[in-house]
């Protein structure tokens, strides 16, 4: 499976983006799935994962009651929901894919899309 994420940009502090996460090659079906993050100078940290059906969502703390990760296998698409953004949020993000029933560690996902860079504004 190929990944493709996209939506990032600049956005005041306090505003909401949507990422996406595009699949082709293979159906999504078979992925758990996940959203990461790498800020300048730092290491990738997990953001938010949710099972094959979406039947289960999981979120770092950082991010719990602002974002919101859902799929749609028919559209082979996964969406990453940001709102109430804060200026520790910028990052490059990345949807990854993973064969294990859910995870936040980078080491089950052995599918990576590029980047999408989410810039925000004090």
């Known amino acids: 499976v190929q990944l493709q994420a996209f939506g990032g940009g600049l956005v005041q502090a306090g505003g909401s983006l949507r990422l996406s996460c595009a699949a082709s090659?293979?159906?999504?079906?078979?992925?758990?799935m996940g959203w990461f993050r790498q800020a300048p100078g730092m290491g990738r940290e997990f953001v938010a994962g949710?099972?094959?059906?979406?039947?289960?969502?999981y979120y770092a703390d950082s991010v719990k009651g602002r974002f919101t990760i859902s799929r749609d296998n028919a559209k082979n698409t996964v969406w990453l929901q940001m709102n109430s953004l804060k200026p520790e949020d910028t990052a490059g993000y990345y949807c990854?894919?993973?064969?294990?029933?859910?995870?936040?560690?980078?080491?089950?996902?052995?599918?990576w899309g590029q980047g999408t860079l989410v810039t925000v504004s004090s």
């Open positions: 990854a894919a993973s064969r294990a029933f859910a995870s936040s560690s980078e080491r089950d996902y052995d599918t």
């Open positions: 090659g293979r159906t999504l079906s078979t992925y758990s």
């Open positions: 949710i099972t094959r059906t979406g039947e289960t969502t």
